[in-house]
């Protein structure tokens, strides 16, 4: 049974070429000496410094990072407030409704989004920038953060809270001090999924921003509409491996973390036997 | 007496009702205002003159409630019958979404199922890569492919070199070049539920069929394939929903030879500034949407009805 049959390993094999490929292709020849993408001429990291001494792309990053950084931290309080308000909330007018405008932007097409929010920012006659930008990214990441937090709050035990609660916390005390502290593994992903939908995103920012911001992502999309070029390879090469030490880093604590409680469940154990 | 008692406990559920009413109402109204109101906004342009929908198009409003009603009309709705440039692109997104899913099923089930077999140990790896891409910039990953299927590119130098073709092939900038894009960039979408559900499969039941006297082949059709069908309709759609509305895939890798709907409503709005006609391709394309969505949500209620 756990022995791979030869067909097992060769689509297990070729499935991750297929992911991963492409990707690899990308970093290698970030460091061509060429202008030419497709023609290997020597090692070079020339493009890297012309990418961090090109003043546009860096300004796109700054923007880029403080709207991920302000949108996903609100989507991320606004989201576990929703998913609490749906998993333990009980009945309210308007449930339905609520719920439906949580998971329907999950499968709304971007372009739908970006021209609804835009279409709603002229309306109202707000001046279009990094502002409008987070307003937007908030809006939907929070719907993510929702879902995550609350396949977390559906699976806990309720009787931790009730017990707080005829201990005498308030409802609130009791959210604070065990509700909260049991979901935060929900709420920290919750962030992080927000943090990389809002750094990812082209099409809603594209119409959510004015002429005074540009994102990472738009700046990214401008270039390569003229073609392929070695200093975007350069950025993305960053990119992958910026993310790729986060996961890295993120699961070596995890399994660090899951070590720690199954040791500390084991003296546990044995304290009890003795 | 009582009084004194009463007053700060009354304080006390007071705050408590407040509390309870912010939770709910802030996460409510931030919904409402920036996503249901955006959506009547999008229908109202779409029943609206281009004169009075270009920016500013809320003078509408202004002449009452009664007179926005009246001026609306389903004019923009008959001009995208009459133009078959829309016809196309929507016939043409809905083929390009369908084809695309059933190449990614077929793509993505034996990987699922080659992960359903790996040995424990290896399955949270395994996992882990699958999910990893995901983390990685979507625009990032199909631009990678710009430079593998051009002309000049990769694959075409790597297919000269073992003498499989004499003639560089032109992908990029056709719909096989779409159909890689989007069986690339969600694939994971698909092996995650279905490895899902190929996981949960008692491997017993596979083993009494063959007992039974069944082939290996007719056991996979007669048992794999019935036991994870939930996980392959999911997949099905995870994949088919985002696909149709697509807009990065088709306009880096489609070029002018590929029509999408998603391309389509950003064009013309970008480009031809016709709102009102963009909006009006929004709203069909959300009605097309609409019952893929309903049957997705009845999948995943039927699973968890049998799981619950």
Known sequence: MNRLSPFNVVSLTFGFAFLYLPMLILVIYSFNKSKLVTVWAGFSTKWYGELLSNEAFLDAAWVTLKVAVISSSIATVLGTMAAYTLVRGGRFFGRTLFSGMIYAPLVMPEVITGLSLLLLFIGVGMDRGVMTIVLAHTTFSMCFVSVVVSSRLATFDRALEEAALDLGASPFEAFRLITLPIIAPAVVSGWLLAFTLSLDDLVIASFATGPSATTLPMKIWSSVRLGVSPEINALSSILIGLVASGVIIASLVSKRHSVRVQQEERAAERFEND | ?308
């Open chain 2, 1 to 308: 007496m009582f009084g004194l008692v009463g007053a700060p406990q009354l304080a006390f559920c007071w705050i408590n009702d407040l509390r309870r009413f912010v939770l709910i109402a802030l996460p409510y109204f931030w919904l409402l205002a920036l996503f249901l109101v955006p959506f009547v906004i999008v229908f109202k342009i779409a029943l609206s003159d281009a004169a009075l929908a270009i920016p500013p198009y809320m003078p509408t409003m202004k002449d009452g409630l009664s007179a926005m009603f009246l001026q609306l009309d389903f004019e923009n709705f008959v001009f995208l019958t009459e133009d078959d440039l829309y016809w196309k692109a929507y016939l043409s997104s809905l083929r390009v979404a369908f084809i695309s899913t059933v190449l990614t099923l077929l793509f993505g089930y034996p990987i699922a199922y080659a992960m359903a077999r790996a040995p424990h140990e290896w399955r949270a790896t395994l996992m882990m890569l699958i999910i990893l891409p995901f983390w990685t910039s979507f625009l990032i990953r199909v631009y990678a492919w710009i430079g593998i299927l051009s002309t000049e590119g990769l694959l075409n130098r790597f297919l000269f070199w073992i003498g499989a073709i004499s003639e560089p092939l032109t992908i990029l900038n056709t719909s096989t070049a779409v159909y890689i894009g989007i069986v690339y960039t969600y694939i994971p979408f698909m092996i995650l539920p279905i490895y899902a559900a190929l996981e949960r499969l008692d491997a017993s039941l596979i083993e009494a069929a063959e007992d039974l006297g069944c082939s290996r082949m007719k056991a996979f059709w007669l048992i794999t394939i019935p036991l994870s069908k939930g996980g392959i309709v999911a997949g099905c759609f995870l994949v088919f929903i985002p696909a149709l509305g697509e807009f990065v895939i088709p306009s880096l890798l489609g070029g002018s030879g590929t029509l999408m709907i998603g391309k389509v409503l950003f064009e013309e709005f970008f480009s031809n500034r016709d709102w009102p006609v963009a909006s009006a391709v929004a709203v069909i394309l959300l009605l097309i949407l609409i019952v893929p969505i309903i049957l997705f949500q009845r999948n995943e209620q039927r699973q968890q009805d049998a799981e619950g």
